[in-house]
């Protein structure tokens, strides 16, 4: 009989994010295919958890997958994670999840930690409907994809990394109207959380003014959405 393959995510910066099925998964698969098996071997640590681990990220999963399809077909029972949230969501996951399905193999997927979600909450911008763009385009078509997001008439949310952000931040702030809104969060969950919203010009300011460090998740609002309050900042 064909074993199984379990999607669990994992915290993304806070260690007491894992879900108590998270960790049980975690402990009774015959191995975890890790992106970074440093990496995870810290939350193994924590939770005291002695599976197996096995590297699967972005170089080798197209070398490895058929490897562990095979592996699964004949009785073995896998969890993928990734270094941080959730599998697939702008990391490696959804390659094997595709397999998988392809040859009948129950796919379980848990819930748990993502970053963009608490963006989202955050910014207190209309969620009724909204984009996820993962990471933009570095340089070639990111002009075009600003130029799409200063036009959208629902929130986008998107990944940006701190080398990066103030240069697009700019960039929107010079595409938008000038009262757009926008919130950008960082180190969610983490010691240093911040969320910082408002007009984009203002937002741009308080970044010129103190270097933008650690991991951004990036809210712009649809055209035309005001808060009540002038800037939010917590
Ligand atoms: N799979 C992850 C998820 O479910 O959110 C995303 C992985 S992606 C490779 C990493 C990016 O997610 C970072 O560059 C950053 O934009 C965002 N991110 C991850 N952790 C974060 C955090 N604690 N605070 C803010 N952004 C975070």
């Known amino acids: 009989m064909a074993g199984k393959l379990f999607i669990v995510p994992t915290p993304i910066g806070n260690l007491g994010d894992m879900t108590i ?22 939350l193994l640590n924590h939770y005291h958890i002695l599976t197996r681990l096995e590297s699967f990220h972005l170089h080798n999963e197209h070398h490895k997958v058929q490897h562990f399809i095979n592996q699964i077909l004949d009785g ?18 959804y390659l094997l999840v595709r397999e998988a399905l392809k040859h009948d193999i129950q796919v379980e997927v848990l819930p748990g930690p993502t970053a ?20 933009i385009p570095a340089k070639k078509g990111k ?6 997001f200063a036009e959208a008439n629902c929130t986008i949310v998107f990944y940006e990394s701190p080398h990066k952000i103030l240069k697009t931040l700019i960039s929107l702030a010079e595409l938008c109207e000038p009262n ?17 919203t408002g007009p984009i010009s203002d937002v741009v300011l308080h970044f010129q003014n103190k270097a ?10 649809a055209k035309n959405i005001e808060l009540k309050s002038d800037e939010i900042e917590n």
């Open 76 to 93: 073995l029972t896998f969890a993928q994670v990734s270094d941080a949230g959730t599998p697939a969501i702008s990391d490696p996951g």
């Open 143 to 148: 002009l075009t994809k600003l130029t799409e």
């Open 21 to 42: 099925r998270a960790i049980e998964v975690l402990k009774n698969v015959d191995k975890i295919l890790a992106e970074d098996t440093r990496t995870t071997k810290v």
């Open 116 to 135: 963009f979600v608490p963006a989202l909450i955050k910014s207190g911008f209309p969620l009724h409907k909204f984009i996820f763009e993962g990471f």
């Open 180 to 196: 757009r809104l926008i919130s950008v969060s960082r180190e969610l969950t983490k010691k240093f959380e911040e969320t910082i």
């Open 212 to 221: 933008p460090k650690g991991e951004f998740v990036v809210v712009l609002a």
